[in-house]
């Protein structure tokens, strides 16, 4: 079992940066794909960029594509794994609380528990 705490999340203009972290404890997080998604105020949550186990293939929603870089850092010190998610040139639909998470790859289908995710608002 993965357990993961997201932060990095806050308030910032249009066409500013922001980076997100998932801090992931477990054995097995580095045989894992993963993923971020982010869910807006009545809106259903979204995939939004994965990352293969190996950090090497990335893969990235079609709104986020070229403004979101997602990486992973899969040390051998269980306690520091951690992934991330560069995010430039903000816009306000990019306004959500952002979660990450285990993913299928085949279908971007998130397949673990759900941490409390980070709120990123994206002013105008």
């Known amino acids: 079992q993965v357990q993961l705490v997201e932060s990095g999340g806050g308030l910032v203009q249009a066409g500013g940066s922001l980076r997100l972290s998932c801090a992931a404890s477990?054995?097995?997080?580095?045989?894992?794909?993963m993923g971020w998604f982010r869910q807006a105020p009545g809106k259903e949550r979204e995939f939004v960029a994965a990352i293969s186990w190996s950090g090497g293939p990335t893969y990235y929603a079609d709104s986020v594509k070229g403004r979101f870089t997602i990486s992973r850092d899969n040390a051998k010190n269980t306690a520091k794994n951690t992934v991330y998610l560069q995010m430039n040139s903000l816009k306000p639909e990019d306004t959500a609380v952002y979660y990450c998470?285990?993913?299928?790859?085949?279908?971007?289908?998130?397949?673990?528990?759900w941490g409390q995710g980070t709120q990123v608002t994206v002013s105008s």
């Open positions: 477990g054995r097995t997080f580095s045989s894992y794909p």
């Open positions: 998470n285990t993913v299928r790859l085949l279908d971007y289908y998130a397949i673990g528990s």
